[in-house]
């Protein structure tokens, strides 16, 4: 069974403070990892489609990674506006999204 | 434009009642969800409908009956409510294998 564990649960950083996070999983044969912000009261929002290991993606101040066993959503300089859950899902070719529980980010200014 | 539309946003009901959730997309894709939200923001996938054709049932309690009358709308009835109901209800719609998933903002159902 498909499996995403994301850690850390929640973090805490204050603005211009870099760090990362880290989304590991368990398929069988990936055909995708996504990741997607989520604001309060809000649905997931797409970020990005990571496809292959060695893939990297960009989108202003997060740049996302894929190795075979985990992936790494990097905030370079956040801004309190950051502060949202980020989610990250697998798609195996099962026509769904399997997702980990996701990590509360919080950027104090 | 809205891309993924549901309907209500909020819905507050007793136990026992049924009620139904809206969703429509806009983005001519072929495929539509129903996820469902806890109360520690878990999201898991209840169903999937391909252009009106039931793939995934993910063991839900038949008491959930989602109804899909064209391909760009995907409604979910629930019968005789109960508490443990109380959830976000998101739906969502993707075209073809690679991309990305589109989310509606969200039903937040309580049962009371």
């Known amino acids: 069974e498909d499996q995403v564990t994301q850690s850390p649960e929640a973090l805490r950083l204050q603005e211009g403070e870099s760090s990362s996070l880290n989304c590991s999983y368990t398929?069988?044969?990936?055909?995708?990892l996504f990741w997607y912000r989520q604001d309060p009261g809000k649905g997931p929002e797409f970020l990005f489609t990571?496809?292959?290991a060695g893939e990297e993606k960009e989108k202003e101040r997060l740049k996302a990674t894929l190795t075979k066993k985990e992936s790494f959503l990097h905030i370079t300089a956040p801004k309190p506006e950051d502060s949202a859950t980020y989610l990250c899902?697998?798609?195996?070719?099962?026509?769904?999204?399997?997702f980990g529980k996701g990590t509360k980010l919080t950027v104090n200014p | 434009d809205t891309a993924v539309s549901q309907t209500p946003k909020y819905l507050v009901t007793q136990m026992g009642n049924d009620k139904s959730i809206k969703c429509e997309q806009n983005?001519?894709?072929?495929?539509m969800y129903w996820y469902k939200q806890d109360s520690k923001k878990f999201l898991k996938i209840m169903f999937s409908?391909?252009?009106?054709?039931?793939?995934i049932n993910e063991t839900v309690p038949n008491r959930f009956s989602p109804k899909s009358p064209d391909k760009a709308h995907l409604n979910l009835h629930i019968n005789s409510l109960e508490l443990g109901d109380s959830a976000v209800y998101f739906c969502?719609?993707?075209?073809?294998?690679?991309?990305?998933?589109?989310f509606g903002s969200g039903t937040r159902l309580t049962v009371v």
């Open positions: 969502a719609s993707r075209y073809g294998l690679i991309l990305g998933y589109t």
């Open positions: 398929v069988s044969g990936l055909r995708g």
């Open positions: 990571l496809y292959s």
């Open positions: 899902a697998v798609d195996s070719g099962s026509e769904k999204l399997v």
């Open positions: 983005l001519g894709h072929d495929t």
């Open positions: 409908y391909n252009n009106k054709e039931l793939i």
